[in-house]
């Protein structure tokens, strides 16, 4: 693994300057391998965020009308996202398309897709998603938020493990074999 890029200092003053495009590219590539990597720990992920700035995290539908309600702040929640993350799905490398780099605010915005697969059932399903990652001066990440663009559905805080399918299914109980009707009906179930 190659080192962190340094943030380059300036001869005026003590603060830093500003960090190259390409500075904040191979940061976010980086975090976004470790990311796929389903085999990456939670807590090594956490070594991507700041532990010198407050940090953020938000993964939300685009449909929401409240986004500020899923904004999660420090190491704590960061560390539940991917804990949660870890314990019931697995994930495919992120798929990077119309990216834009502000070095001056630290920002990486880009659209991307993702798919998640459950862990328990083997159902998947594709995120469609823009990302925007704020760094702070060692090139930590301060703020992460994923807006889902794709249906509510498919949304990961959304997300459900059960089959959207209304077809009749075959269960078989034993000797006997049972039919089950699964169905939705505005608050009402039939099984």
Same mark, same amino acid.
């Given at each position: 693994?190659?080192?962190?890029?340094?943030?380059?200092?300036? !001869? %005026?003053?003590?603060? #830093?300057?500003?960090?190259?495009?390409?500075?904040? &590219?191979?940061? =976010?590539?980086?975090?976004?391998? *470790?990311?796929?990597?389903?085999?990456?720990?939670?807590?090594?992920?956490?070594?991507?965020?700041?532990?010198?700035?407050?940090?953020?995290?938000?993964?939300?539908?685009?449909?929401?009308?409240?986004?500020?309600? !899923? %904004?999660?702040?420090? #190491?704590?929640?960061?560390?539940?996202?991917?804990? &949660?993350?870890? =314990?019931?799905?697995?994930?495919? *490398?992120?798929?990077?398309?119309?990216?834009?780099?502000?070095?001056?605010?630290?920002?990486?915005?880009?659209?991307?897709?993702?798919?998640?697969?459950?862990?328990?059932?083997?159902?998947?399903?594709?995120?469609?998603?823009?990302?925007?990652?704020?760094?702070?001066?060692?090139?930590?990440?301060?703020?992460?938020?994923?807006?889902?663009?794709?249906?509510?559905?498919?949304?990961?805080?959304?997300?459900?493990?059960?089959?959207?399918?209304?077809?009749?299914?075959?269960?078989?109980?034993?000797?006997?074999?049972?039919?089950?009707?699964?169905?939705?009906?505005?608050?009402?179930?039939?099984?």
């Amino acid at each position: 693994m190659y080192p962190a890029p340094q943030p380059r200092m300036t !001869s %005026l003053n003590s603060f #830093p300057a500003p960090p190259t495009r390409e500075q904040l &590219l191979v940061v =976010t590539d980086r975090y976004l391998a *470790a990311f796929a990597n389903n085999k990456t720990h939670p807590l090594f992920l956490l070594t991507f965020f700041s532990t010198i700035s407050p940090v953020t995290i938000q993964h939300y539908p685009s449909t929401s009308t409240h986004p500020q309600a !899923s %904004l999660l702040r420090g #190491p704590n929640a960061v560390r539940s996202y991917f804990d &949660l993350l870890a =314990t019931h799905w697995t994930r495919t *490398a992120v798929h990077k398309r119309a990216i834009d780099v502000d070095p001056f605010t630290r920002t990486v915005v880009f659209e991307g897709s993702i798919t998640w697969k459950w862990k328990k059932s083997g159902r998947s399903w594709v995120e469609d998603f823009t990302c925007t990652i704020a760094f702070d001066e060692l090139l930590k990440i301060v703020s992460y938020a994923v807006r889902t663009n794709s249906p509510l559905k498919t949304c990961l805080m959304r997300a459900k493990d059960i089959d959207d399918d209304p077809v009749p299914r075959m269960l078989s109980a034993g000797k006997e074999t049972v039919r089950v009707l699964v169905c939705r009906v505005p608050a009402f179930s039939c099984i």
